[in-house]
């Protein structure tokens, strides 16, 4: 079993649809992250987060630490956010435990 | 602007070659990464240091070898002794605290062995 799994694996939206994306972790964590990495291959960090919610713009992240969950939903999905999100955790060690990555398409 | 300069950005390579990719950051961070990136898999750990003159193996360390001589330079050289050195590499660096630490990374090194 992976340390860190998300579903769904690929999503394909229409644009204007709102979109969940869920991560899973099993290790205790310092902090989780939610990483954006377009077709060209360059990763940027989306969000960083301990407890709680945060927003930015159309962006809304979860995480709830007891259960080991946190969620990133796009609202007002539009064709630019086609990515692959990655969520990441930082372990208690300090590095970084990816997940598989969500293949998002937001088709027009 | 602060950011993560990996260069080059593609790299062709005969097999029984080293390469070094390079990895400069002015962000001022202890802690700096790479990883590699197969086509549809995560990112795998190959080497870290959270500070300078040390580095710790990754999951994946065999056939490459870094050096951390500077705090702002993490270079890694992929070795002939590298079964499948095609991939995508990344560097990211972070801040070494806990609770503090957002993950940065340069746009990634294409290396592909002919």
């Known amino acids: 079993k992976n340390e860190v799994e998300q579903s769904p694996q690929n999503l394909t939206a229409q644009e204007g649809e709102f979109i969940t994306i869920n991560c899973s972790y099993s290790v205790g964590i310092s902090a989780l992250h939610w990483l954006q990495q377009h077709p060209g291959g360059g990763i940027v960090s989306l969000f960083m987060?301990?407890?709680g919610k945060k927003k930015h713009g159309r962006l809304i992240a979860t995480i709830n630490i007891q259960e080991k969950h946190s969620s990133l939903h796009i609202t007002a999905s539009h064709p630019r956010d086609s990515a692959v999100y990655i969520c990441?955790?930082?372990?208690?060690?300090?590095?970084?435990?990816f997940g598989p990555g969500t293949r998002l398409s937001v088709l027009p | 602007d602060g950011g993560i300069t990996q260069s080059p950005k593609y790299l062709f390579r005969k097999e029984g070659q080293n390469v070094t990719l390079s990895c400069e950051q002015n962000l001022n961070h202890d802690a700096m990464y790479w990883y590699r990136q197969d086509p549809g898999q995560g990112l795998r750990l190959i080497y870290y240091?959270?500070?300078?003159?040390?580095?710790q193996k990754g999951d994946i360390a065999e056939g490459y070898s870094v050096s951390r001589e500077k705090k702002e330079s993490f270079p890694l050289t992929v070795t002939s002794a590298q079964k499948n050195p095609t991939a995508f590499y990344l560097c990211?660096?972070?801040?070494?605290?806990?609770?503090?630490?957002?993950?940065?990374f340069g746009e990634g090194s294409r290396l592909t062995v002919l």
């Open positions: 987060l301990s407890s």
């Open positions: 240091s959270q500070i300078v003159n040390d580095f």
């Open positions: 990211a660096s972070s801040e070494r605290g806990q609770n503090t630490g957002e993950l940065f």
């Open positions: 990441a955790v930082r372990n208690y060690g300090q590095n970084f435990v």
